[in-house]
């Protein structure tokens, strides 16, 4: 197996072992896959010989809210110039809008006419393999999925990604040590559609996972006008196996690249077709408009924000992984840093990541205590585990004022008011009492 990037530094620290990113397992991964695994530059050293091609590039949001296919059109066409003599199926991994199979067959049959002459008849089929892995559960859900979806006109592609994930399929693999498969794992559906189906597949699960959390957010919000648990609530409901319990965690709202990028162009091609998504437009907004509630939350708690230092734990979009793409915590240190406040930060594994890219003017903390150390009150904004160890009882200490708001309902707020701290959640009754001297 070859992987191709046009990024110099980055092909030539894989291929060192050292990965440019955080996700658990990936530095073992790449430990076992090393004898059958390499990485290039360059097109022509990985496509001739090629049986199956996928494309796993970048769709970034252009500003009307469709993705950019910059990163498609420039994978494409370097396919073409080094198409080989044998059938090779190339596959839009990347999360790509209805056409866009068309689209890559037709930049692969032109840049393959330019170099070579003629059409690549008999060698090419496209074929739409949509991704549905989890950032920081990337392996387990590589190894392990609900289903793989396979969206082809020709039948022989079909059958080449068959015969290529049948170890999946069959689950006839042997685990990694550090991921074991999990108990009762039967094997794996395998759907296969034609090519829009399997494009707007994507789209439609990644949508319908947004709207649970905004759904439940929304509940959240009225669940704090009527003094009602929202965490009881999404128990309640997700009881219901209609239902489900998943992503029914009221909170800060959904970040990263998939949500914000995936609804905002199911919006675009609605609109390219003459369509308004209604539901979805208002699942954005009640997400969004998240990080303005924990503000308020803040407000109503300190009076003013203005010169109040903020201790923000947290700063990925999610635990486990250092992506700061759309981090609902990054939004919320913008919008108290506008409303005058000093944003102190901590992560356990993004702030290095967080120095280099982010150009607010956070102020970082390494340690718990550097942390919390002369604070207002502590945000919790994502769910890292290690926040649930820390010794609170002895840190309260530090703080001058002892308030936690918890954005993710995610720490033991019976625990901390009985530490002395004020504790503040989403759609759950607050815990604990500041004084006004406190405050």
């Not at 080094?82 to 067959?105: A, D, H, I, M, W």
């Not at 969206?151 to 999946?168: F, K, M, S, T």
């Not at 690249?257 to 675009?268: N, Q």
Request: aromatic content about 8%.
């Amino acid at each position: 197996m070859v992987g191709v990037d046009v990024d110099e530094e980055k092909v030539a620290a894989l291929n060192r072992g050292k990965p440019p990113f955080f996700e658990p397992h990936l530095e073992e991964m790449l430990v076992l896959a090393r004898p059958n695994l390499s990485f290039t530059t360059r097109y022509e050293e990985a496509i001739p010989q090629a049986q199956v091609v996928f494309i796993a590039v970048g769709t970034p949001s252009s500003p009307d809210g469709g993705p950019d296919l910059t990163q498609v059109k420039q994978a494409a066409e370097g396919i073409g110039r080094s198409l080989g003599e044998e059938f090779t199926v190339v596959v839009n991994k990347s999360t790509v809008p209805v056409g866009s199979g068309n689209y890559v067959e037709a930049l692969v049959r032109r840049a393959f006419q330019e170099v070579h002459g003629g059409e690549p008849d008999g060698r090419l089929a496209v074929a739409s393999n949509p991704e549905f892995l989890r950032e920081g559960q990337a392996f387990h859900d590589s190894f392990y999925p609900d289903r793989v979806v396979v969206g082809a006109e020709d039948r022989r592609a079909i059958e080449v990604l068959r015969e290529l994930y049948e170890p999946i399929l069959e689950q006839s693999f042997t685990p990694p040590p550090f991921l074991p498969r999990p108990e009762r794992m039967g094997a794996v559906p395998f759907l296969t559609t034609d090519l829009a189906s399997a494009e707007l597949i994507k789209y439609g699960a990644n949508a319908f996972l947004a709207l649970k959390i905004s759904f439940i957010n929304e509940l959240a919000r009225l669940a704090d006008r009527v003094g009602a648990d929202i965490r009881e609530v999404a128990r309640g409901i997700g009881l219901d196996h209609r239902i489900g319990p998943r992503f029914l965690q009221a909170g800060l709202g959904w970040g990263e690249s998939c949500f914000p990028k995936d609804t905002a162009a199911l919006l675009a091609m609605g609109r390219e077709y003459g369509l308004s998504l209604p539901i979805l437009e208002a699942a954005r907004e009640v997400n969004f408009g998240q990080r303005d509630l924990i503000a308020d939350k803040l407000l109503a708690e300190l009076k003013t924000l203005k010169g109040k230092t903020i201790a923000l734990l947290g700063l990925a979009f999610k635990p486990h992984t250092d992506d700061l793409r759309e981090s609902p915590a990054l939004a919320l240190a913008d919008l108290l840093l506008k409303r005058g406040a000093f944003v102190r930060a901590h992560d356990p594994v993004a702030l290095p990541r967080v120095r280099r890219e982010v150009a607010l003017p956070l102020e970082y903390a390494e340690t718990p205590e550097e942390a919390l150390r002369r604070a207002d009150a502590v945000v919790l904004s994502t769910d890292w585990p290690e926040y649930r160890t820390w010794p609170w009882e002895r840190l309260r200490g530090l703080l001058r004022v002892p308030l936690v708001v918890d954005g993710r309902n995610f720490l033991d707020g019976k625990a901390l008011a009985a530490m002395g701290y004020r504790y503040v959640g989403v759609g759950i009754p607050a815990l604990g009492i500041l004084s006004k001297a406190e405050v």
